[in-house]
C-alpha cells in the first residue's frame, strides 16, 4: 500500500507494453521511459516510491542512474531487469543500492513478489523515520499501583486491549493516560504492528491536517516531497490521538470522516487511500462540557467513545503514592547517577497529605526535585520535597474561574537562600506550562504574558542548555515544540 507511483524505464517496447499493463492493472500509477535522459526527468520533477529499469539502456546503464540517488535521504526503491548476459551488471547495481534485481524472462508473479517485498520494506523505513525523529518514549514499562481503582483499571485494559475497539481515555493531566494507552497497544493483537502517537495540542494548527493525513509534492510552500500522514503511517497498527479535545472544529469533521470510511487523501490529492487502523484517544478536558461550548463534535465523541476508559485522580487513590514514589525516586537517582535516598518519616505525611492537582506527573517531578535538591543525602527531609502548604483543588485549571494564588503565600516554603528573579521566572513558567498539560497559550494567559513571550523564553532555555537540567520529560516536549515551532 506505501507504493503507489512507479517509473518503469524500458527501451524493449514490447516488454514495456506488457509491464506496464501488468502495474496499472495492480492500481499503481504509472510513468514510462526509453531512455535514462527522459528517466532523469521525471525524477527530478515527480517524487517516485519505486524505479523498474532495465540494466542496459540506449543512452547509459543502471549504475549509472542509481548514482544520482547517492546522497539522497529520500530515494525510490530500483528494481532492476537484467537479461542472462547482463547478471553481472545487475550485481553492481546491488551493491550500489538497488532493491532487488530481475533476470529475463520473469513471470508477472515474480515481479509481483518483488513490489509486495518493496512495499512491506517501504512501510517500515516510513514508520522508522518517523519514529526516529519523535521524542523518545522512556515512559516506565509498568503502570505503577495496587489501589482497588488501579487494579479495576487494569482489569478493564485486559477485557478491551484484544478487541479492535476505538477506546477513548479520560482523565485530569498527568494521571497516565498515555502509559495507559501505551499498555492497550502493547497488549493488543496489533503490537507488533506500528504505534503511532500524535500530538494534537502540541502541533501548529497549520500543519495538523497534513501531519494526520500526509500530503502530496507541492501541495503547498515547503512540500517539496510527497509525505505520508501518521494514519497511513499507523497502517494495520494503532494510533493514538493524544489531546485529540484540542483538534479545530474543521479537522474534525475530517478526522470523522476517517474513522467511519477507513479512508482518507493527501492534502492537495485526490487518491483515495484504504486504511486498517485502531484509534486510541486521550484527552484531559471534559468532552461534553466541549460539546455543549460547540468546540467539540458530538459525533466525534460518540465514534471516539465506543470504550470509555476513565483513568482517576491521584487523590482519589492515594494508597498509590508510597508505590509511586519509590519507583520515582528510584528513577530519578538512577538519571543522575547517585544512590537511591530513602524518604524522611514526615515525607510520607507530607506526601500523602497534599491535593496533587497535577497528579502523577506532579509527583514525579517532586521526587526527582527532591533527589536533585538533596544533594546526595541519605535521607531525603519534608523541606526537599518543597509541597508548600496543600492547596485548594481546581478541576479545571485552566479556567478564568480560577482564583490567583497569592505569590506571597508560597514565599514561607523558600529556603534561607533566595532563588534569582531568573530562576523564579523559569520555574513559574514551567509550573504553567505543567498546569495547562503543555497548551502554552493557555500557560501565556495563566501568567499574563503573551504567547510569544513565552515562545521565546522557551527557546531562550533550550539555548542556554536549560534542558539539561529540565530533566522532566513533558517540560523537555514544551520547550523542544516552541524551537521547532520557531524555526
Ligand atoms: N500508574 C503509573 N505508574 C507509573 N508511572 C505513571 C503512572 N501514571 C502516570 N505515570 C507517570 O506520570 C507521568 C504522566 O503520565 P502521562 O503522560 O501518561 O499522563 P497524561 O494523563 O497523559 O497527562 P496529560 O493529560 O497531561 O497529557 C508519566 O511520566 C508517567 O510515566
Ligand atoms: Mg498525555
Keep these: 500500500m506505501p507504493i503507489e507511483k512507479v517509473l518503469l524505464v524500458e527501451d524493449d517496447v514490447t516488454l514495456q507494453r506488457s509491464l506496464e499493463s501488468q502495474l496499472r492493472q495492480s492500481r499503481y500509477d504509472v510513468v514510462v521511459a526509453c531512455t535514462l535522459a527522459a528517466a532523469q526527468a521525471h525524477i527530478a520533477a515527480d517524487t517516485f516510491d519505486v524505479v523498474i529499469s532495465d540494466v542496459q539502456l540506449p543512452d547509459g546503464n543502471g549504475t549509472q542512474f542509481l548514482q544520482m540517488f547517492q546522497g539522497r535521504a529520500i530515494r525510490p526503491l530500483v528494481i532492476i531487469i537484467s537479461g542472462h548476459g547482463s547478471v553481472e551488471a545487475a550485481m553492481d547495481c546491488m551493491k550500489q543500492g538497488a532493491f532487488d534485481y530481475l533476470i529475463k524472462p520473469f513471470t508477472p508473479e515474480q515481479l509481483e513478489v518483488s513490489l509486495r517485498r518493496a512495499d512491506d520494506y517501504s512501510q517500515l523505513v516510513k514508520v522508522n523515520r518517523f519514529l526516529s525523529q519523535s521524542e523518545p518514549d522512556d515512559l516506565p514499562s509498568e503502570l505503577i499501583g495496587g489501589s482497588a481503582a488501579m487494579q479495576e483499571l487494569r482489569a478493564l485494559i485486559r477485557r478491551v486491549a484484544p478487541t479492535d475497539a476505538t477506546v477513548l481515555i479520560q482523565g485530569e493531566s498527568g494521571t497516565g493516560k498515555e502509559l495507559v494507552a501505551r499498555e ?69 469533521a475530517k478526522l470523522l470522516r476517517v474513522l467511519q470510511e477507513k479512508e482518507l487523501e493527501r492534502v492537495g490529492g485526490n487518491k483515495t487511500i484504504s486504511i486498517d487502523v485502531r484509534v486510541i484517544a486521550t484527552t484531559n478536558r471534559h468532552l461534553e462540557e466541549s460539546i455543549a461550548r460547540k468546540e467539540f463534535r458530538e459525533d466525534l465523541y460518540f465514534r471516539l467513545n465506543v470504550v470509555p476508559i476513565h483513568v482517576p485522580a491521584l487523590r482519589d487513590r492515594v494508597e498509590d503514592i508510597p508505590a509511586l514514589a519509590t519507583a520515582f525516586l528510584e528513577r530519578s537517582a538512577r538519571r543522575l547517577g547517585v544512590p537511591t535516598p530513602t524518604l524522611g518519616p514526615e ?66 516554603a523558600l529556603g534561607p537562600v533566595l532563588p534569582t528573579l531568573e530562576q523564579v521566572e523559569k520555574d513559574l513558567i514551567f509550573a504553567a506550562l505543567k498546569r495547562c498539560s503543555n497548551n502554552r497559550t493557555h500557560a501565556a494567559k495563566m501568567i499574563g504574558i503573551s504567547l510569544r513571550t513565552l515562545r521565546n523564553k522557551l527557546s531562550e532555555y533550550r539555548h542556554a542548555g536549560y534542558r539539561e537540567a529540565m530533566l522532566t520529560r513533558d517540560l523537555e516536549d514544551a520547550v523542544g515544540d516552541a524551537s521547532s515551532e520557531a524555526a
Design 184 to 252: 492497550l497497544f502493547r497488549t493488543s493483537s496489533r503490537s507488533g504492528a506500528p504505534y503511532i502517537r500524535v500530538n494534537c495540542a502540541a502541533i501548529p494548527e497549520n500543519l495538523i491536517e497534513s501531519e494526520f493525513f500526509g500530503h502530496e509534492r507541492g501541495a503547498f510552500t515547503g512540500a517539496l516531497t510527497r509525505r505520508e500522514g501518521r494514519f497511513v503511517l499507523a497502517n494495520t497498527g494503532t494510533i493514538l490521538l493524544d489531546e485529540v479535545s484540542e483538534v479545530s472544529m474543521g479537522l474534525q
Design 347 to 412: 515525607c510520607r505525611e507530607a506526601l500523602l497529605s497534599h491535593s496533587w492537582p497535577g497528579n502523577v506527573r506532579e509527583l514525579e517531578n517532586v521526587l526527582q526535585r527532591a533527589v536533585i535538591f538533596g544533594g546526595g543525602a541519605e535521607t531525603l527531609s519534608a523541606e526537599h520535597l518543597r509541597l508548600g502548604r496543600p492547596r485548594p483543588l481546581s478541576r479545571d485549571m485552566t479556567s478564568s474561574s480560577v482564583q490567583h494564588e497569592s505569590a506571597a503565600s508560597f514565599l514561607p
